[in-house]
């Protein structure tokens, strides 16, 4: 028969033993703590990278760089698209760092100088086929507006955290 004290015994030493091995394994931890942020921001920058130079769709600045390889293929990436001069059988799209380019469509709900999503089809002859035409109205608005709720999140997470550097974590404050 084990006593009342023999076993309160027991358990501080297995609380102990336990609270031991978790300190040891928290403390391996914290020493390559560094070597996962390094890994981290590594793999970010990879896939940063990866995803610029091997992407899977098509711009139209390779269209016109090479436009034999890319007749009759769908466009879907623009550099910031709008709505130039608009004629009765399509519109001037204008983008940035890229020359004006024609484009076939229906322009009737069409806006001068606003953004547009587009779709289209590339002919070696250097115009674009709409596939399908989206406004965006009040785009740049829209924007700004969602950014708005990022700041204010940035705000309250900047007055209730802080930064400990000496444990390299974010710590709640004392006052929160």
């Known amino acids: 028969m084990i006593t009342t004290q023999e076993y309160s015994v027991c358990i501080y030493r297995t609380v102990c033993v336990y609270w031991i091995k978790v300190k040891s394994y928290r403390l391996k931890f914290m020493r390559l703590r560094w070597i996962f942020i390094f890994l981290i ?10 995803g610029v130079n091997h992407r899977p769709w098509i711009h139209i600045k390779d269209c016109l760089e090479h436009p034999d390889q890319y007749d009759s293929k769908l466009v879907t990436e623009f550099d910031e698209p709008r709505v130039g001069e608009i004629y009765a059988d399509g519109f001037l799209l204008i983008q940035k760092r890229i020359a ?3 484009v076939y469509s229906d322009t009737t709900d069409l806006v001068q100088n606003e953004y547009v999503g ?3 089809i ?3 002859e250097g115009y674009l086929k ?3 035409v989206c406004i965006a109205k009040n785009r ?9 709720p990022v700041f204010f999140v940035g705000i309250l997470f900047i007055r ?3 930064f400990n550097v000496t444990k390299f974590q974010i710590e709640l404050r004392k006052h929160a």
Request: charged share 15%; glycine share 0%.
């Open 41 to 50: 921001v590594v793999a970010i920058i990879y896939l940063s990278f990866y």
């Open 140 to 148: 740049e608005e829209k924007i700004w507006i969602s950014v708005l």
């Open 118 to 120: 587009l779709q289209a």
């Open 160 to 162: 209730y955290f802080r």
């Open 130 to 132: 709409a596939t399908s």
């Open 100 to 102: 004006p380019i024609l």
């Open 122 to 124: 590339f002919h070696k």
